[in-house]
């Protein structure tokens, strides 16, 4: 028997993947299955974007370049955050990476010591939690409520702060909820925060899916630069999950100790898929904003279908592309829910206390599927209550 680091025992996984490993085994068996569980935009990456990443191979862009990204990807990505965010971003204080998830990974890496405690939103995207506890550091749960439209107290906020207190990690847009922080409440955090000297980890994966009001940063606010690091990527706006394309955003000195991170683990991002990410900055928008005004049609009918099926409430989410009812109604817990729809209905959904223990009561659906499935879906859940 293989004897594993003890660390192991601490990691945690995304439900997501295990439980759309479960339905395509049921697809296999030859039952019809609607896909609501994963987190990935129905759409092609536009053409524009796909014609720059051939283009660049063929230029030979195929080579290993820097560890923090390429010169001219660092400054492309630094603009389009400074255009959005209303605040000085330099290219040295960009590191791109295979995905948004190593921001997250070396982020604690660099930051947290045995101990140091970290506030994170509960529920929340569970590699939160499981990067806490694989670092070593104590976790603080942030209570999201719905009676709040998930946003959180900031007087509870405070009441967890202590002297070791060294990192609060926000979502907003937010995975599961869809919930979106106001600018009061981020304003406010942001003045904890350089209160008590901590960092904040803002992962703004969904910024550019919202649907009412512009996006609030909290790098945006005085002090907070120093302070804070901005978690984007292109796999949610651009439809480019699979191209593996993220970046975070921090202090100059910090960039260079994540920098080394991504040395010692992946040593470098691809080199044409940053080209097809400055192509995807810089280039058109037209697709981004037909496929945010296509989900907005796909949540008001998710959510008007959802509080039509007995024993489910549904609150309309201002951002993502994700609804989390509730449904303690139907007498059900999360996880029954989840199997029972599956296994009855033929729709996958993920339980609410894959992403934390608040979530007990809840599941998560993804409306990040067309139109007519969502409909097969809603008959579905319906004839099943």
């Not at 100790?257 to 683990?265: F, W």
């Not at 940053?274 to 945010?292: H, K, T, Y």
Request: hydrophobic share 40%; with cysteine; aromatic share 8%.
């Amino acid at each position: 028997m293989i004897r594993f680091a003890e660390r192991m025992n601490h990691l945690g996984t995304e439900t997501a993947f295990e439980v759309l490993a479960r339905a395509r085994a049921l697809e296999a068996q030859g039952r019809d299955m609607v896909h609501l569980e994963i987190g990935e935009p129905d759409f092609d990456t536009p053409k524009n974007i796909r014609d720059a990443a051939e283009r660049a191979m063929r230029d030979g862009f195929t080579h290993y370049g820097p560890s923090a990204g390429m010169p001219e990807a660092r400054a492309a990505f630094a603009e389009y955050v400074q255009k959005t965010r209303g605040t000085e971003v330099t290219p040295d204080q960009v590191v791109i990476t295979p995905g948004a998830k190593p921001i997250i990974f070396f982020t604690m890496l660099a930051l947290l010591d045995a101990d140091d405690e970290v506030i994170y939103p509960n529920p929340g995207f569970p590699i939160y939690e499981s990067m806490v506890d694989y670092v070593g550091a104590k976790r603080v749960p942030l209570m999201l409520n719905e009676s709040s439209g998930f946003q959180f107290d900031i007087d509870h906020l405070a009441s967890l702060i202590t002297k070791r207190t060294k990192l609060l990690i926000l979502n907003s847009p937010h995975n599961p909820t869809g919930g979106v922080l106001s600018h009061d409440t981020v304003q406010r955090l942001s003045e904890l925060a350089v209160k008590h000297d901590f960092y904040v980890l803002s992962d703004e994966i969904y910024a550019r899916i919202q649907y009412e009001g512009a996006p609030v940063s909290p790098y945006s606010f005085p002090g907070m630069r120093a302070r804070t690091v901005v978690l984007d990527g292109h796999s949610k706006t651009y439809a480019m999950t699979g191209w593996r394309l993220g970046f975070g955003v921090m202090p100059k000195e910090m960039a260079l100790k994540v920098s080394k991170l991504q040395t010692n683990s992946n040593s470098c991002t691809a080199s044409f898929t940053q080209i097809a990410g400055i192509e995807a900055l810089r280039g058109p928008q037209d697709s981004v904003e037909a496929m945010i005004k296509e989900f907005r049609t796909r949540r008001d009918m998710i959510v008007e279908g959802l509080n039509k099926v007995k024993g489910f409430r549904c609150h309309k989410p201002a951002g993502a592309f994700y609804v989390f009812p509730n449904i303690t109604g139907t007498g059900m817990t999360s996880k029954q829910m989840e199997n029972h729809l599956m296994e009855t209905a033929g729709v996958a959904v993920l339980a609410g206390t894959s992403f934390g223990s608040n979530g007990e009561g809840f599941i998560r659906l993804s409306y990040a599927n067309s139109q007519a499935n969502i409909r097969k879906a809603l008959e579905r859940i319906t004839a099943a209550f």
